[in-house]
């Protein structure tokens, strides 16, 4: 695929890392192989959890260059250091689309992305991915980093939400957005449609993700606990990530006893951790449109999935596969897979839905068509007057 009018484009964001990395890796490799240039900006390698693989492969492919610069995670004065040094970058890039990911991208992107420029100004969109959006709106956090977000809509063409029920959370929290919004869903490549089967002695279930409560970690440890306590006895597991809550499920596996039956693993490609396990499960608390969720039905593997997020936007929302994030629900789910072999994969959403639905081909063409109403916007300064609401093969929709 090729484009006459590619555009310079750069992708910032604070840690590569997870279902936002995998994100702007697709997106990026789709836009350079329709002809545009890009490039990404995030932080220096070191903590824990960062994909430095994934990242490496992905800079090797990008015209712009892939550009580290420091960026911490808390709030503090150290962004202003940041800011400085990402404007700089931008500035030799001069891109016509300055996109942010997550929290801390996203604020580098709106408040400085429209100095990157100074001859043809460039547009400012932002993909929250979740990020800030996680907040309690009553806490003393969530009303400042809910306030910058208010501040920052007019620094702002064009917020891309993943799912309709992460604009939903935005608008109760936030507020109706000042600018355009578009939702274009996450999509998978063609090669993640092959089923993966899982190996000789594969364990029950899996875990795979980064290793923080939000993620429900501990659910999961409790899940298999619980199972083992009650008439499954030799229920096992497996759990693959990296996170800042990591020692603390290792001590909780120990305190449960479960050494022999729950493995822990460093991080590694989805499609190889699958295959260590029957079931997938995710028992997080919170999330936006991940991944994971595409990547394991995809790969022809069952699911076992809390109601939070946009899950219920991939998988249905009245399906039995999906729980409240409680340790009673995810118990019963799971025993219930045990005990009535097939009942679980006879919920599964079909291949042939998946690829019609949450395809990468057609999430990269939405968000860059949303990268030239933006850009047209921001150079003839014309005001933003949402008025439509379209969608393209089930993936998108923009207002």
């Known amino acids: 695929m090729s484009d006459t009018s590619g555009l310079r484009i750069v992708h910032v964001l604070r840690a590569p890392m997870g279902g936002v990395l995998r994100h702007v890796r697709d997106l990026a490799l789709a836009q350079v192989d329709a002809g545009h240039q890009v490039g990404l900006v995030c932080d220096v390698p070191g903590p824990d959890g960062y994909n430095e693989t994934m990242l490496g492969a992905l800079g090797d492919g990008l015209p712009l260059g892939l550009h580290r610069v420091a960026m911490a995670r808390a709030v503090g004065f150290g962004d202003i250091a940041s800011a400085r040094a990402i404007l700089a970058v931008l500035k030799r890039l001069k891109p016509d689309i300055v996109h942010g990911h997550g929290a801390k991208g996203g604020v580098h992107a709106r408040a400085i992305g429209a100095l990157a420029n100074r001859q043809a100004r460039p547009a400012r969109l932002y993909s929250p991915h979740g990020g800030s959006l996680h907040f309690d709106p009553q806490s003393r956090t969530g009303k400042l980093y809910f306030a910058v977000e208010r501040m920052l809509e007019r620094a702002c063409e064009t917020i891309l939400f993943v799912a309709d029920y992460e604009r939903s959370v935005y608008e109760t929290k936030i507020g109706v957005p000042r600018c355009a919004t578009h939702v274009v869903h996450n999509g998978l490549t063609p090669p993640e449609f092959e089923p993966v089967k899982p190996v000789a002695g594969a364990a029950a279930f899996l875990f795979i993700g980064e290793i923080r409560m939000l993620k429900g970690p501990d659910l999961f440890v409790d899940a298999i606990a619980a199972l083992r306590a009650s008439g499954h006895a030799d229920t096992n597991a497996v759990m693959v990530g990296a ?20 493995t822990m693993h460093d991080p590694m490609p989805a499609r190889d951790a699958f295959a260590l396990a029957q079931t997938v499960v995710m028992p997080s608390r919170a999330e936006a449109m991940p991944y994971i969720v595409l990547e394991a039905l ?77 850009l047209t916007r921001a150079r ?18 923009v207002s």
């Open 298 to 374: 995809a790969a022809g593997k069952p699911l076992i999935a809390t109601h939070v997020g946009g899950i219920p936007e991939i998988v249905g929302s009245d399906n039995p596969a999906l729980v409240e994030p409680t340790l009673e629900a995810l118990t019963g789910v799971m025993r219930r897979s045990l005990d009535q072999p097939g009942w679980l994969e006879s919920h599964m959403v079909p291949a042939t839905t998946l690829k019609s639905r949450f395809s990468a081909a057609v999430m990269a063409e939405s968000i860059t068509n949303a990268y030239r109403e933006a």
């Open 243 to 262: 996170g800042p809550d990591r020692t603390a499920i290792a001590e909780r596996i120990g305190a449960h006893g479960l050494a022999s039956a729950v």
């Open 380 to 397: 003839s300064g014309a005001p933003v007057h949402p008025s439509r609401d379209t969608r393209a093969n089930g993936a998108s929709s």
